[in-house]
């Protein structure tokens, strides 16, 4: 019996380490297969990449819809920043597409306007991943990027602004110039008749306050399309903090004809005559010389809003399409492309002005804006009677 059990000890023993041998050359086996899959997946991210690059440059260089948008250095630049928010890792059906491929992706449609299942063919994926991942990038940019690029000048910056409009037609003391576009929509399910405009089609409205340089300094984008102007100005927090006079950083006055004029931002009509926001007179036969020169020097100076909604517009032709998004998906998008408008020009890349077509210009064009009546109080009258008598000195 005594040597039985050895035996079968010894059987035993074969066996359980037989058994070991086999699942440590499983597992080894499978270490092995994990190791060549990761490797095959870091090739196969560094192939997406390489193709979100080459189909970028396609896209840009060849496409006539979205010939350089964005210069090779600034699709970099926006991947890198990008992509700790963008990027997914792998799962267990393999690898997901890489940053270059989101953002070449997101990019082609937003220059380009075309509905996404032609996006999907375009880049070889389902029409509801084209779908997702645009709005992922378009979301990322507005929380990431937004707020570096998006920003009202203080300081020096400031400084410089009033400067370069002053150099415009001698108009003193200007920071910016605010207008509002109009984003035209598919009539959402719910509330339609608000989203509907004067201008007879369904649309969200984007307010705009651009700089010197044509950078948008303040955005303002979501309220329906049958909001006037003015109405926008009065809700968002840039009108806000200009009727609190907590906007501008140092808020400096200039001495102009023995009247303190604080820094403004110029409006049309639509806008109220504020103590920082002026506006022209009203359009009148009787109109005096005065006041003729007082809206021709305003208007030099604002029609840098109405040249920087154009390029917008002609760069992200998306913005001229009827958007199918939901209202609520549609403002990450905007927001973008306003981003990506003060990353373009900010970095000298090149704006054609064949993108400014019969289009873009029929997007912009507007029905005369109902005269806005209010007037903030005797030092709102002051300050401009101040800047006629100095526009007069000027030839």
């Known amino acids: 019996m005594v040597n039985d059990d050895t035996e079968l000890d010894e059987s035993t023993a074969l066996l359980l380490f037989a058994l070991v041998e086999f ?11 994990r190791q060549q899959r990761r490797l095959r997946y870091l090739r196969y991210a560094e192939e997406q990449r390489e193709l979100g690059e080459i189909m970028f440059l396609l896209h840009t260089s060849l496409d006539v819809t979205t010939v ?37 992706m997101t990019l082609y449609r937003l220059s ?37 690029f998006i920003v009202f000048p203080t300081g020096q910056e400031l400084q410089k602004n009033i400067e370069k409009f002053k150099m ?13 576009t109009h984003i035209a929509i598919i009539a959402p399910r719910e509330q339609a008749q608000d989203y509907y405009n004067r201008k007879e089609y ?22 329906p399309g049958s909001v006037n102007d ?35 931002i110029l409006g049309d009509g639509a806008y109220p ?46 913005l001229l399409k009827r958007n199918e998004h939901e209202t609520q998906k549609l403002r990450p998008v905007v927001q973008a492309c306003c981003t990506l408008h003060n990353i373009c020009t900010s970095n ?22 109902r005269v806005n009546q209010i007037v903030e109080g005797p030092r709102a009258e002051q300050i401009r009677s101040a800047i006629i008598a100095e526009l007069m000195k000027v030839d």
């Open 112 to 148: 380009s306007g075309i509905p996404f299942n032609q996006t999907a063919n375009q880049f070889g994926c389902a029409k509801s991943t084209a779908c997702t991942v645009y709005h992922e990038v378009c979301e990322a940019i507005e929380s990431v990027l937004m707020p570096k």
């Open 348 to 369: 000298g890349v090149p704006y054609q002005h064949a993108w400014t077509d019969d289009e873009v210009n029929a997007s912009l064009s507007c029905q005369p804006a």
């Open 202 to 223: 369904y649309s969200i409205v984007l307010q705009g306050v651009v700089d010197a340089n044509g950078l948008f300094i303040d955005t303002f984008c979501g309220m």
């Open 230 to 264: 003015a109405r926008v100005f009065s809700i968002s927090n840039f009108g806000e903090s200009l009727k609190t006079g907590n906007l501008f950083q140092p808020n400096i006055e200039e001495d102009v004809n023995g009247v303190q004029v604080p820094p403004l």
């Open 23 to 33: 699942v440590s050359s499983c597992m080894e086996s499978q270490r092995m297969m």
């Open 68 to 104: 350089r948008r964005l210069n090779k250095e600034t699709f970099k630049y926006v991947v890198e920043e990008l992509r700790p928010y963008i990027e997914k890792s792998s799962n267990n059906n393999g690898p997901t597409f890489s940053a270059e491929w989101r953002v070449a």
């Open 168 to 180: 415009k037609g001698g108009f003193p003391q200007v920071v910016g110039a605010i207008d509002g």
């Open 273 to 318: 005559l504020l103590n920082n926001l002026m506006r022209p007179f009203p359009n009148r036969l009787n109109k005096q010389r005065e006041q003729s020169r007082f809206n021709y020097k305003l208007s030099q100076c604002r029609v840098v809003v109405e040249h920087a909604f154009g390029r917008l517009k002609g760069r992200w032709r998306i």
